[in-house]
């Protein structure tokens, strides 16, 4: 096996593994994102089939666009989970706990995140013509950061309700969780949340919180894409027009964090692998790709997409930076989505497991906004940084935890918290003097945003 060496360390060249090493290489990379990957549809009421499928379509046509060269996987984005609450709220089973998906609304949910990947494609015609220093001083950490910390806020008390079935279920998913963050090495480390998953769903199953029944009578091979839970299904009858504009105004803000994070990731993919992505295929390419994943995905009732964190890791430990066994996990992925009986197998997962889960998950999204304010050392001790500051995190947490839930403007469209949030820190941003964020002058500030436990 043929290696060379940059550095200390040696690389490997996933050209002379030879097809079984590049193989066991790409399940590896499929291992890795699988727990976060399928934990999305989980609190979403998603398809977790449908979910598999469009991560490994989408990693493959971003690949495509990225010329090939840039070893990332796109899987489900915890980001967009608010924005899937906002629309199509879980809605209660017969214990009262907030499990069953709201099949109705979520198309219009996707269709939001449709409109948010499109965001994406503006964005890298915006980072192609005038630079992305110039394009990102609008979206500066002192708006970012207060949006994400909000996300992960808005979202804390669905997971206080689950974990609500049975605390010491979700106990050991927290607990397992963290251990694996902060004691666990290697692969333990890069994937905490399908460990704390197994471990929580098998105390769940020995507790008797586990209903088998419909894992064993789905099929072992089957369709994944239902019809009627694709965007395309709304226009089959009649839909409802002012909750489509509402789902995308209520959605679309959510991008600018997520751009962020993509910014991020390929800021991270490039030092581990020691190439310059952001300079060769090039941001606006890569941002394509993600968003064109991610409006692909969601058009047929998918998650958006995102690069993944949890691969660079994988990167990183395997020192085989080879983008072909990205696209083998990618590959194994779609394979896997036409297996209905493991869908169902994620389905009976116990609440419990799903409350401990995302109790770190939705804190840790908050932690990630403070994380991208101190990192970047925004100054506070300006008013317009106060200002700024204070109202996206009042009217986000004001607005989502009020009575309506929203603010109704013309007809039956309404704004939610995070989308007013949103548009009253930008333009704010926008008007203010005093602007001095400047991105690419701070490597640890432009990588501090990434939503993975």
Avoid at 119 to 147: D, E, H, N, S
Wanted: glycine share 10%.
């Amino acid at each position: 096996m043929n290696k060379k060496n940059i550095g200390s360390e040696p690389i490997y060249d996933a050209r002379t593994l030879g097809a079984p090493r590049m193989f066991v290489l790409g399940v590896q990379h499929m291992f890795a994102m699988f727990g976060a990957t399928v934990l999305v549809p989980t609190l979403t009421g998603l398809s977790v089939s449908v979910t598999l499928l469009f991560a490994g379509l989408g990693t493959l046509l971003f690949h495509l666009l990225a010329k090939g060269k840039v070893p990332a996987f796109l899987g489900s984005s915890f980001a967009f989970i608010g924005g899937y609450a906002a629309i199509a709220p879980m809605l209660p089973d017969e214990a009262g706990n907030l499990t069953v998906p709201n099949t109705e609304l979520l198309p219009y949910a996707c269709f939001g995140v449709v409109c948010a990947g499109l965001v994406y494609l503006v964005l890298a015609a915006a980072f192609k013509a005038f630079g992305v220093r110039r394009v990102m001083r609008y979206f500066p950490p002192i708006v970012t950061g207060p949006i994400i910390i909000s996300i992960g806020l808005s979202l804390s008390s669905s997971a206080v309700n689950n974990c609500q079935a049975s605390w010491p279920v979700a106990m050991v998913a927290i607990a397992v969780v963290i251990v694996c963050n902060i004691w666990g090495k290697g692969m333990i480390k890069i994937i905490p949340i399908l460990i704390g998953v197994i471990a929580s769903y098998v105390v769940g199953a020995i507790a008797g919180q586990v209903d088998f029944t419909a894992v064993r009578e789905a099929p072992w091979i089957g369709m994944p894409i239902v019809w009627d839970e694709t965007v395309f299904g709304i226009f089959d009858g009649e839909f409802d027009s002012s909750l489509l504009l509402t789902a995308a105004i209520t959605i679309v803000p959510i991008s600018l964090a997520t751009v962020v994070e993509h910014i991020g990731d390929m800021c991270a993919i490039s030092s581990t692998c020691e190439r310059n992505y952001i300079e060769d295929p090039g941001l606006h390419r890569t941002l394509l790709g993600d968003g064109l994943a991610t409006s692909l995905a969601a058009l047929f009732g998918a998650p958006a997409n995102t690069t993944y964190g949890e691969n660079t890791g994988v990167l990183a430990l395997s020192r085989v930076y080879d983008p072909r066994v990205i696209r083998i996990a990618a590959v194994l992925a779609i394979v896997v989505s036409f297996c209905p009986k493991f869908a169902e197998l994620v389905h009976a997962m116990p609440t419990a497991t799903i409350g401990g889960v995302s109790l770190v998950l939705y804190g840790m999204i908050s932690a990630v906004g403070v994380r991208n304010v101190v990192e970047n050392r925004v100054d506070f001790t300006k008013s317009r940084n106060v200002i700024i500051a204070a109202l996206i995190l009042v009217l986000a947490i004001g607005i989502t935890y009020s009575e309506a839930g929203s603010i109704h403007i013309a007809g039956d469209v309404s704004f939610s918290g995070l989308a007013t949030a949103a548009i009253v820190g930008i333009v704010l941003n926008a008007v203010l003097p005093g602007k001095d964020y400047e991105f690419g002058s701070d490597l640890q500030g432009d990588t501090s945003v990434n939503f993975k436990v």
